[in-house]
């Protein structure tokens, strides 16, 4: 069944400003895509728009052959989950509380707790690897875990997108790719398919299967690693003189400034 | 689990406490008398003179506590209280209005239009113009709200006839004299429907915890979960007001210690402890308020107002360290 | 240049419907003759003598005081929500006039005076400290709350007292007016040297404040010493701010409103508003007072209530264009 998720003729903006223009995209469906540009290019604009946090100016955002926007809320937060940025707890909140409230979207207004919903948490609480701390409060953990509790939260809701913005920003380079690995993981032994938006190119390269580069005039490239990442398109993109080869260890691309 | 259960029978002890002292002291002997076979001395007191008070202590403060909770955990700031945010001044400056003016309106109508105008005030004119609204704003701007009412409720008072005037500045401080049966069915049966209303609604305020952007994500419909939220609040921020005047601090102190005494983390669980806080600080000061000064009842507002003041500078010293604000 | 006639205008113009608006309307003429050539047989002279004139001297003295002392607080706090009425000043003079009323037995004005004077002090002195001021971090919020949260304090405590003496009452009823009509019985020469001094320190000390504003890092590294400043400044303040409280009650939002206004007629020489601000001061609170006696006469709208009315839309309106996240 056709769940891609498409944009069309998408213009999305704020009260003085056009962030997107006329944008028509295929997300492909069971592939691992990162959103790239310089700040300010509109890649969160963008991303926020397809989890339904935004309304376009013009343009349709549809997934299948569903527009976004006629579908229930709670519908669609059976069929894509989103971690916004630096999202913040409430104090003192425990790792298994956290990830219990990604059931939210299967569970009626008065519907018990069911063995289904402690399954779905057990296992994203696996998934993550955080099953042993499950009740351990999240300010203590450090900033690699909490992600990883955050990404549980949604992993718990069972959705077949996950869509995250900057999940990688504020950790360091450990971390990072625990959690990046984490999402292929998923993508790969799941099928999800997984839309970030990130900042680090090289990062972005290694573990996406597809690459939507914005610039600050709209879309310069879209399509796999290789064919995204050229010294024409980073120039296009952020004004950037830089060298492309590939990344010894894994053979993706790798981007080199001069 | 243990600690809930330590926090419930304080309040317990605070409604005997305060059954047995005041003019007539009772010993717990002929309270229990009284209270099990409804005759002896203990029966009159009981069942007119104090009783009724302090049941109706118990309901105002527990939909006190119950509202502040709901706007802490809402806006994410200890600081963010209806008695903070003029709403229940407002509630009170309707009641007064009302009376002055000479309205046919029950006052609990009169204090639910009240709080209801005052939160679309605050809420209107904090909106900035791309429409997002910060605490801060909604703060500063309650406050401005809560200016407001005192001197439109100085006004009013100075327009009133000495002996009217005198009552009102009573009721205006928050009091619980001369209170009826008739006032406890009112706080507890307004109150049980709102309590029923908040439950349902409170799985949405787990979500909203989260932030809106996750909570919509998670599949809340998030502006309309926070209008009834804030609706729910106000409404009960209203009933106590209507029966005990607009009492000041409980809503800002009950949650607050209420999950530090329990260790509360869930919504769902704060809002239950807020509500057996907010009854206990209201019957303690009751009590403290009737029994102070020998001969004289003082208005519980005038005891919140004596412990609720230091609190709230101590969580502004502890916001600015924190920095926070 | 223009801005300042308008301020000298409308000052004349206030200090004019002080003197004639009334029962007794009196015309310009009449008011000259009645303080150039006092008539004892003529009622509006003596309106004019006995009851406009002290109005008048003490809307003078408690409008030049507030303008002043606000314009300083909020120069010094770099807040522009900082009112020494807001700022726990009355809720300071009524308790330590209830207090003393209580203490002493008496109430006589002399009494009274001189007790509203140190409370209002120590409250706009704890405020100012309960909200950060101490460590120069007197957030927006900060001060709002601690100025609130004193008043609270205060008031519940004197409402304590009242109740429990009613013969204190009586007192705390008369002081606590907020009004210029009972101007007369209060000590108006003493205040107003009070307030002369008052403005003087804070016409010496404006240059040095200013430089304050930078920042009391970048300050001292220009040789200026804030902790002095501070105190100075604060010792002018609660002058003033003494001075308006003994003279007319509580009053607020005074310090909020004026300080914006004198910065537009005046640009940012910080001396310039000072005067500018008693000026503005002393004419928005007689208009005040005006409005209070027309609106709804023959009864009257005490001055006190008349600011806060006005006072909160402005109240409000800056606190909707502060920035998020300045907290100072």
């Known amino acids: 069944m056709d769940n891609a998720l498409k944009t069309k003729s998408l213009t999305l903006g704020y009260r003085e400003r056009i962030v997107i223009n006329d944008l028509s995209l295929e997300l492909p469906e069971g592939k ?39 579908i229930d809320t709670r519908a669609l937060a059976r069929r894509l989950a989103i971690l916004p940025q630096a999202p913040r707890a409430p104090e003192g909140i425990t790792i298994s509380d956290l990830v219990r409230r990604g059931r939210s979207p299967w569970r009626g207004l008065l519907a018990p707790w069911s063995a289904a919903d402690a399954e779905a ?49 504020w950790l360091d380079l450990t971390h990072q790719l625990e959690v990046l690995s984490l999402l292929r993981d998923r993508n790969q032994h799941h099928g999800a398919t997984v839309i970030t938006v990130l900042h680090d190119l090289n990062l972005a390269a290694r573990f996406s299967d597809h690459l939507v580069l914005l610039g600050s005039d709209g879309l310069v490239a879209v399509g796999p690693p290789e064919q995204v990442l050229t010294a024409d398109n980073l120039h296009k993109a952020f004004g950037l003189s830089a060298l492309v080869m590939a990344d010894p260890v894994t053979g993706a691309p790798m981007v080199v400034p001069r | 689990m243990t600690r809930s259960i330590i926090l419930a029978a304080v309040l317990l002890f605070a409604i005997l406490l305060s059954l047995m002292i005041g003019q007539v002291m009772l010993s717990p002997a002929t309270l229990w008398a009284g209270l099990s076979t409804g005759q002896g001395p203990a029966a009159l007191t009981i069942r007119v003179l ?19 909770t709901i706007f802490q955990i809402l806006l994410r700031n200890p600081l963010a209280a209806p008695d903070v945010m003029g709403f229940t001044s407002g ?128 599949g809340l419909r998030a502006d309309r979960a926070k209008w009834g939220l804030s609706a729910t609040g106000v409404l009960l921020a209203a009933t106590g007001v209507a029966v005990a005047g607009p009492v000041p601090f409980v809503a800002l102190m ?72 | 240049m ?44 003596v309106t004019i003598q006995s009851i406009r004139l002290p109005r008048l001297v003490a809307g003078l003295i408690a409008g030049a005081s507030l303008g002043v002392a606000g314009t300083v607080m909020q120069a010094l706090t770099r807040n522009p929500l900082a009112d020494p009425g807001l700022l726990g000043v009355n809720s300071g003079a009524s308790f330590a006039i209830v207090l003393g009323a209580l203490i002493f037995g008496r109430s006589d004005a002399g009494l009274m005076s001189a007790l509203a004077f140190p409370g209002a002090a120590l409250a706009s002195i704890a405020v100012f400290a309960l909200g950060g001021g101490l460590r120069g971090e007197t957030g927006h919020v900060r001060l709002a709350l601690a100025g609130t949260a004193l008043n609270a304090l205060l008031l519940s405590l004197v409402s304590a007292i009242v109740m429990a003496r009613s013969e204190t009452l009586e007192v705390f009823r008369f002081w606590v007016a907020g009004s210029l009509s009972q101007a007369s019985q209060r000590p108006l020469s003493a205040m107003a040297l009070v307030t002369i001094v008052g403005i003087g320190l804070s016409l010496a000390l404006a240059p040095r404040i200013e430089a304050l504003s930078l920042g009391s890092a970048l300050a001292r590294g220009l040789g200026t010493r804030p902790a002095r400043i501070q105190l100075g400044a604060l010792a002018a303040v609660t002058l003033m701010t003494g001075a308006a409280v003994s003279v007319a009650g509580p009053i607020a939002f005074l310090g909020l409103m004026v300080p914006p206004l004198a910065r537009r007629i005046c640009g940012h020489a910080l001396r310039l508003e000072l005067i500018a601000s008693a000026m503005l001061g002393a004419s928005i609170l007689l208009l005040a007072d005006t409005a209070g006696r027309l609106v709804l006469a023959p009864a009257e709208v005490r001055v006190g209530i008349m600011t806060a009315l006005i006072g909160t839309p402005v109240f409000i309106w800056i606190a909707r264009r502060l920035k998020p996240g300045a907290a100072s």
């Open chain 2, 254 to 325: 009950a949650g607050p210690l209420g999950a530090r005494v329990t260790r509360a983390r869930h919504p769902a669980a704060r809002l239950a402890a807020a509500a057996v806080t907010g009854a206990t600080i209201t019957v303690l000061a009751d009590l403290a308020a009737r029994a102070s000064i020998p001969g004289l009842q003082l208005p519980v507002g005038v005891m919140t107002g004596i412990f609720g003041a230091p609190y709230l500078l101590w969580l502004l010293a502890r916001e600015i360290e924190t920095g926070d604000l």
């Open chain 1, 32 to 70: 691992v895509t990162a959103i790239l540009g310089p700040n300010g290019c509109g890649k969160s604009t963008l991303l926020r728009a397809l989890a339904r946090l935004m309304t376009p100016l013009s343009g349709t955002i549809t997934l299948g052959s569903d527009d976004i926007f006629a």
């Open chain 2, 91 to 218: 509630a009170g400056l309707a009641v007064i209005f009302g009376v002055m003016a000479g309205l046919a309106l029950p006052t609990p109508v009169l204090a639910a239009l009240g709080g209801s105008a005052a939160a679309i005030v605050v809420a209107v004119l904090s909106l900035r113009r791309d429409g997002s609204q910060t605490t801060i704003t909604l703060i500063l701007v309650g406050l401005g709200v809560g200016f407001f009412t005192a001197a439109a409720g100085s006004f009013i008072l100075t327009r009133l006839p000495p002996q009217e005037a005198a009552e009102a500045q009573r009721w205006l401080s928050g009091s619980l004299a001369a209170r009826n049966w008739g006032h406890v069915a009112q706080v507890f049966g307004v109150g049980a429907v709102l309590t029923l209303v908040l439950v349902i609604q409170s799985r949405s305020l787990a979500l909203l915890e989260l932030g809106d952007d996750l909570a919509k994500g998670l």
């Open chain 2, 50 to 68: 104090r009783g009724p008070g302090i049941a109706t202590a118990v309901g105002a403060g527990a939909v006190l506590g119950l509202s502040g």
């Open chain 1, 121 to 169: 948490c057990a296992r994203a609480l696996n998934d993550v690897g955080l099953a042993d701390m499950a009740d351990r409060p999240l300010d203590e953990l450090s900033g690699g875990q909490r992600q990883r509790a955050w990404i549980a939260l949604i992993l718990a809701q069972d959705t077949s997108y996950l869509l995250l913005d900057e999940p990688t920003t």
């Open chain 3, 2 to 45: 223009r801005a300042a006639t308008g301020l000298a205008l409308v000052f004349g113009v206030a200090v004019f419907l002080t003197l004639a608006v009334g029962v007794r309307t009196a015309s310009l003429a009449e008011i000259w003759n009645a303080l150039v050539a006092f008539d004892p047989a003529n009622a509006t002279h």
